[in-house]
């Protein structure tokens, strides 16, 4: 880590048996909104200007946008600043993971980095504002870190003390109340064929609701309910996964559910988690890779490095066009540079370690978070012998129409078999619906066998 030019020094958790984290200070958490942003990042840009100030973001979508369109770019006028290819990579090594690096080492001749001037977009809603400095004077971390209480709507931790706090963040950040979500995934092959692997997907995100208070949040414990139902290829559709994520998951851990076409049966599916295979994902991503991170932490130790600067996929709008089809973004080792926008953006970086005495197929994972948002970017994983095994890449944008910042695209390379899998892809589906409001009901075991069915 002394390569990556760390800019604050490393906080190491120590976690006992009944950690219950302190919370900031009042003169701490009023640093929120003039020094630090309201989610807790750097207001100021840094040294050379490179990284400017925050101003607020995105507050007002580009001019002809109405909510559904697939979100044009607020920046169309903007120019590679310059490129990072195998030929000059080394120029550029404290501003790259060790995993962005392994890309370019393992395919020199195509992929690079095309390098933007740095817009930092992410915005939410005020009262997310609101709700994030309430967060930061009572947010605690239940026993063992595996759960988080008083905090409710969107990020507990925006002055971070350890690792866990961070994952938490990211984990608990604002995406909306409600979302269905249209698209798929593709595993594409080492020679660039693939199948689309279409999916429908529904979240209700309880923590997120303004009318329950973190007491009844504590008692209902309850993030967020999610619903998935695979639209195709048809020998697949109508498969559906249930899962009912718990804040305090010492208290209650995760439920899922399963819906099988062929047996017509819900069933419990505890498996659902840690390095169980993602959903028809051909092996290309564990459960908790979904959304970079999803889950229990309680198999890993985490630590909190510090900050670094990074250059991350951010404001992604080419990659998220309806103008641009599937064909065009999945090529053969990776999907197609000329469509990626990179800046560069301060990241915290988080580094989890396998315990002695838990099982999973990543030993290691080193996650670099949006200081702006609280997404992660990247994620460098490491296989039980310690060497780079996958890198994982998030494609950012603002949803200026919530706001929020949130991938439009992951990207999940597996550098042993030169696949990757992308998960997202909505370029020929409808567009995020952030405005549905559905009840509990369409979240039990029983909906989930009448959706299956349809």
């Known amino acids: 880590m002394n390569k990556l030019a760390?800019?604050?020094t490393a906080i190491t958790l120590a976690l006992s048996a009944t950690c219950s984290q302190a919370k900031v200070s009042e003169?701490?958490?009023?640093?929120?909104g003039t020094e630090l942003t309201p989610m807790g990042a750097v207001k100021a840009g840094n040294a050379d200007g490179s990284i400017p100030a925050?101003?607020?973001?995105?507050?007002?979508?580009?001019?002809?946008?109405?909510?559904?369109?697939h979100h044009p770019d607020p920046f169309p006028d903007d120019k590679p600043l310059f490129e990072i290819t195998a030929a000059n990579v080394k120029d550029y090594s404290d501003l790259l993971t060790d995993g962005q690096k392994k890309l370019f080492e393992t395919y020199p001749d195509t992929?690079?980095?095309?390098?933007?001037?740095?817009?930092?977009?992410?915005s939410f809603p005020q009262f997310t504002y609101d709700?994030?400095?309430q967060n930061a004077l009572h947010a605690e971390l239940v026993e063992g870190g595996n759960g988080v209480r008083n905090a409710s709507i969107s990020v507990p931790f925006p002055i971070p003390q350890n690792g866990l706090e961070a994952i938490w963040n990211h984990i608990l950040r604002y995406r909306g109340s409600a979302i269905q979500r249209f698209g798929g995934q593709a595993a594409v092959t080492a020679s660039g064929d693939y199948n689309i692997i279409g999916f429908d997907d529904e979240l209700l995100v309880k923590y997120a609701d303004r009318s329950l208070t973190p007491e009844e949040l504590m008692k209902e414990n309850m993030v967020m309910k999610f619903k998935q139902k695979v639209t195709s290829p048809a020998r697949l559709a109508g498969t559906a996964l249930l899962v009912h994520e718990t804040m305090d998951q010492v208290k209650e851990p995760r439920q899922a559910w399963t819906y099988n076409t062929g047996q017509r049966r819900v069933r419990r599916a505890p498996n659902v988690a840690y390095d169980a295979p993602g959903t028809a994902s051909d092996g290309l991503r564990t459960s908790d890779d979904f959304d970079m991170f999803n889950g229990a932490p309680d198999r890993y130790n985490w630590t909190l490095k510090g900050k670094q600067e990074l250059f991350i996929a951010y404001n992604d709008y080419r990659l998220h066009s309806d103008k641009v089809s599937y064909d065009e973004i999945l090529k053969p080792g990776h999907i197609n540079p000329d469509l990626v926008r990179y800046e560069k953006h301060r990241v915290w970086v988080v580094e989890a370690n396998l315990k002695p005495e838990y099982r999973h197929v990543y030993q290691k994972r080193v996650f670099y978070i949006d200081e702006d948002s609280w997404q992660i970017q990247v994620a460098d994983v490491y296989d039980n012998r310690g060497e780079l095994y996958r890198v994982e890449v998030a494609h950012g944008i603002n949803y200026y129409d919530v706001p929020t910042q949130w991938s439009t695209l992951e990207v999940?390379?597996?550098?042993?078999?030169?696949?990757?899998?992308?998960?997202?892809?909505?370029?020929?589906?409808s567009m995020y619906n952030f405005t549905i409001k559905p009840d509990d009901s369409e979240f039990t075991p029983q909906a989930l066998r009448r959706d299956g069915l349809r």
């Open 6 to 8: 760390l800019v604050t």
């Open 27 to 32: 003169a701490e958490a009023a640093k929120l």
């Open 54 to 69: 925050w101003t607020g973001g995105i507050t007002t979508p580009p001019a002809g946008y109405k909510v559904g369109d």
């Open 111 to 122: 992929y690079k980095m095309e390098i933007y001037q740095t817009r930092r977009s992410a």
């Open 131 to 133: 709700a994030v400095k």
């Open 412 to 429: 999940y390379h597996d550098l042993n078999s030169r696949r990757y899998l992308a998960l997202g892809l909505d370029n020929e589906a």
